[in-house]
């Protein structure tokens, strides 16, 4: 258990000299501003174009609803990139400059080594959400009233499920690829065949895109769950990384 801590700190010390996760946080931060800015002047942008105002006419009056459609919207697309981006080299670039094998010989069990990873990774996203969560809560109370709290942190807490599906992915994608690029284009794939299996009709409410859907109603005040989309995507996660810790152990470093 030590070893654990001793390397997730590692990991969360390069996350911030590398500039890792102060980019991360900025990123979905910003978005997170933007979302509620977005839905609220969209109408008003709209109005400079060219016969805008019939068109601006049209458009119902934003709500919150609008805000968290569109901060829904960004953190999903930017969670999922920024997700496959650092995640991609986790493992691959290690063993293409040797670092990796130089921190097995301490010695550091390989599992370990995945999991911690994995870890500081998952706190990266958490800590990015969780102040990108806050920054649109804000500015959503001060132009359309407050949300719910405890559906909001629901709401985040699904979000963030869905994308460390991709950073498991995308772990897994580095311990069987060789290179970054390789690595990056097998969690593209990934990314393409779940979003395919996910548009099925009656296979969605089973694939993590729900979770995206579950959150935005928990927001709206909607019941109903989709419990079969959370565990899907737990068991996901679980088998990218124990895929990933079974032939990383197989490996030659």
């Known amino acids: 258990m030590m070893s654990f801590f001793v390397a997730l700190r590692k990991e969360w010390l390069e996350q911030w000299r590398t500039y890792r996760l102060p980019v991360v946080a900025v990123v979905l931060v910003v978005f997170g501003l933007l979302s509620p800015l977005i839905a609220k002047y969209t109408p008003e942008l ?61 010695p550091l069990p390989r599992v370990t080594f995945l999991a911690a990873k994995f870890t500081a990774l998952a706190l990266t996203f958490a800590a990015s959400i969780a102040l990108a969560g806050v920054a649109c809560y804000y500015y959503t109370w001060l132009m359309f009233g407050a949300l719910d709290v405890t559906r909001w942190l629901a709401f985040n807490g699904l979000l963030l499920l869905f994308v460390l599906v991709y950073v498991a992915l995308t772990l897994f994608g580095s311990v069987v690829a060789k290179s970054q690029a390789a690595a990056g284009g097998l969690a593209f794939c990934f990314l393409l ?40 995507s737990v068991s996901i996660i679980i088998a990218a990384f124990v895929g990933a810790w079974r032939v990383f152990e197989r490996q030659e470093l």
């Open 193 to 232: 065949v779940l979003g395919l299996i996910g548009s099925i009709p009656g296979w969605g409410k089973y694939f993590p895109g729900q979770l995206l859907t579950w959150g935005a109603g928990l927001v709206a005040g909607n019941a109903e769950t989709f419990w079969p989309a959370l565990w899907v």
């Open 46 to 106: 709209i109005k400079l174009v060219p016969e805008g105002e019939a068109i601006a006419q049209l458009i119902p009056p934003p709500t919150a609803m609008d805000a968290v459609a569109q901060y829904l919207k960004n953190m999903s697309q930017f969670g999922v990139i920024l997700a496959l981006l650092l995640t991609m080299g986790a493992v691959a670039q290690e063993k293409d400059k040797g670092t990796a094998a130089m921190m097995l010989v301490k």
